[in-house]
């Protein structure tokens, strides 16, 4: 009886299996982004829609680095320059431009910034981008 006991013991304790640590699966801005659309939607100084102009992409890449550089590679020129980086909030801020981040996923997100115009108009510029 002892024997069947101390089996049963041995089964359980080998049963129970440590689980593994949870991975840091928070999604960052970090890493490596191909520019998939680009547009801009122009607005009168009432905030009413005027324009919506497709934008031209020659596979430009965002790549944010963790000590807060991002690489940017013109697929048009075949340059890449550097820009420092801040992230507040649902934004960040590089190469003159504050973004809106908008819809940040693991594989996608969209940078959104504004610029004004002549007469209250403005018009914003959408980087839609994939990993």
């Known amino acids: 009886m002892k024997f069947v006991i101390i089996l049963i013991s041995l089964f359980l304790l080998l049963a129970c299996k440590k689980d593994k640590p949870q991975e840091d699966t928070a999604i960052t801005l970090q890493k490596k982004w191909t ?12 905030g009413t829609l005027t324009a919506t102009n497709p934008g031209l992409t020659y596979g430009e890449t965002y790549d944010f680095q963790a000590n807060n550089i991002v690489y940017i590679y013109s697929g048009y020129t075949r340059y890449t320059r550097t820009s420092p980086y801040t992230l507040f909030g649902d934004s960040v801020s590089f190469d003159g431009y504050t973004y809106a981040i908008k819809n940040l996923m693991s594989k996608s997100a969209t940078l959104i910034t504004r610029q004004n115009t002549a007469g209250g108009n403005y018009f914003e510029r959408i980087y839609d981008l994939k990993r």
Do not use: P, R
């Not at 520019?35 to 009432?46: G, H, I, P, Q, V």
């Open 35 to 46: 520019l998939e659309k680009y547009s801009t939607k122009d607005y009168d100084a009432n």
